[in-house]
């Protein structure tokens, strides 16, 4: 057999392939023959000698968008012109305002069958997210007077533990008031910190999101 | 073949013994061979007509300890001659100290292998003792004027989240340094909420406990 001179462009095409369908069918209503019978002849083995199960492809797929995430969060990190709380409050913005979000929560894996994606969504969060973007954050407002904590590491994981795990309705399958009431409850704990950084606007967002959620739960 | 007329007999005898084992060789380093070595002649087969795999005997001892746990959270809950208040910082003083943590700290699993073991902690804090437990005790503070919020069921899920998996040594592998800067941030965090519940005998326990997983980690 030929080799493969470029490898990631077949990663490519069968993510973008794999990304589609999934949005379409629903992550669980998608079968790794699906996937094959998009991708135009590419054989069963090419697409096992990249990924081991289709739980590996969602994996994928959710890692090429933490790498775009990751460049917006990295853009607001390294903001001059805003303090350590004004950095914050625009992350906050900006992540759940991105686009991409609609699909992610359209696509909506059930986590509860996929602990690989469970185990990667925290590992993404209190072991990237949380130091590499969060931290230099609390740790500017800390410096410019914004934000009061002796402990910043402590509250970079505290605050993307209960955002992005507590309050993804994905993971705890959250009903749209049980969101509004998460998000009163996280407002509030932030306040705790001096932190007065979440609006209406954010509350709407994050109703949209999980509307979408419970509609294309299938 | 004969039938098992005691079923749980033969249950509760694995469940001893798998502990046993787990607490002097750790989980990861007993297999289900040296289980069943330890049963006095019990069948692997008998071991399989109740679980499937060493992780699901590792539930089964978690669970048998839940149901001994909750008896205490039920006492506690129960006591109408504390404030609502009051009851949270027993509950939290209780659960903290009772000796059986002590072995929990030393079988000391890596969640990290064990997705079954992780979403069934997720499970029994989030849908039993958040419910169950802690939301009766903010209710009964809510009407007794010693806790102060519009969302008891989040307060409940929030207070739970963090202080069973965030601050769980076991789950996010703290040094006991982390873990100290962890409860600080998470007394901050309830004094947010009003709650003055925590004080430096659970801190000096934490670390106890700590101290205990590192030790015990292999």
Redesign the interface.
């Known amino acids: 057999m030929a080799r493969n001179k470029h490898p990631e462009k077949t990663v490519n095409l069968i993510l973008d392939v794999a990304f589609r369908l999934f949005m379409e069918k629903g992550y669980e209503h998608t079968s790794i023959q699906d996937i094959i019978a998009h991708l135009g002849g590419l054989s069963k083995g090419a697409i096992y000698h990249h990924f081991k199960s289709k739980e590996d492809i969602l994996v994928a797929v959710t890692d090429r968008m933490t790498a775009e995430s990751n460049q917006m969060l990295a853009a607001v990190r390294d903001r001059s012109d805003l303090s350590g709380k004004e950095r914050l409050k625009t992350i906050f913005k900006e992540s759940i305002n991105r686009p991409v979000q609609n699909d992610i929560f359209t696509v909506a894996p059930d986590f ?1 069958n996929n ?2 994606l ?2 990667s969504l925290l590992h993404d969060t ?1 072991e990237e997210a949380a130091p590499n973007y969060i931290l230099p954050i609390i740790k500017q407002g800390i410096s410019d007077g914004s934000i009061e ?3 910043p ?3 970079a ?2 605050i993307l ?2 955002a992005n ?2 309050m993804n309705p994905m993971i ?1 399958d959250s009903t749209e008031e ?1 969101s509004y ?2 998000f ?3 407002s ?2 932030l ?3 001096g932190l007065d950084i979440v609006d209406d606007e954010m509350l709407e967002r994050l109703k949209e999101l999980t509307a979408i959620y419970q509609k294309s739960k299938r």
């Open positions: 509860h602990a690989k469970l185990f209190m904590t002796e402990y590491e402590q509250l994981e505290l533990l209960t795990v507590w705890f049980e009431r998460k009163m409850i996280f509030q704990m306040q705790g910190f």
